[in-house]
């Protein structure tokens, strides 16, 4: 059984840097293709960055140049970081996983098959 498990969130002020973790169990990470989505109150779930098991990255528009995400093989865990945080970027955040997911659906919430059970990240002004 894949089990994702979060870390790493918290609040900062505007501007801001967190780093998010998330750990893969029962499965090897470089097998998986893995994601970050969020989701703020009252709006739906919104990509915001995945990587292949051949290590290619996708990041959503509106974090390009700010969020970047990775991988530790030795680790079993995937990363964001989070640079220049601006408000807008308050939501929860989830790690999610999938073994045969095709490249048009990345940014597709329910074509996933793992989800972690979420980080909050909050960003004051």
């Known amino acids: 059984q894949v089990q994702l498990i979060e870390s790493g969130g918290g609040s900062v002020q505007d501007g801001g840097s967190l780093r998010l973790s998330c750990v893969v169990s029962?499965?090897?990470?470089?097998?998986?293709?893995m994601g970050w989505f969020r989701q703020a109150p009252g709006k739906e779930r919104e990509f915001v960055a995945a990587i292949r098991s051949n290590g290619a990255t996708y990041h959503a528009d509106s974090v390009k140049g700010r969020f970047t995400m990775s991988r530790d093989n030795a680790k079993n865990t995937v990363f964001l970081q989070m640079n220049y945080l601006k408000p807008e970027d308050t939501a929860v955040y989830y790690c999610t996983g999938d073994s045969r997911i095709i490249l048009s659906s990345l940014r597709m919430p329910g074509q996933w098959d793992y989800w972690g059970q979420g980080t909050q990240v909050t960003v004051s002004s």
């Open positions: 029962g499965r090897t990470v470089r097998t998986l293709s």
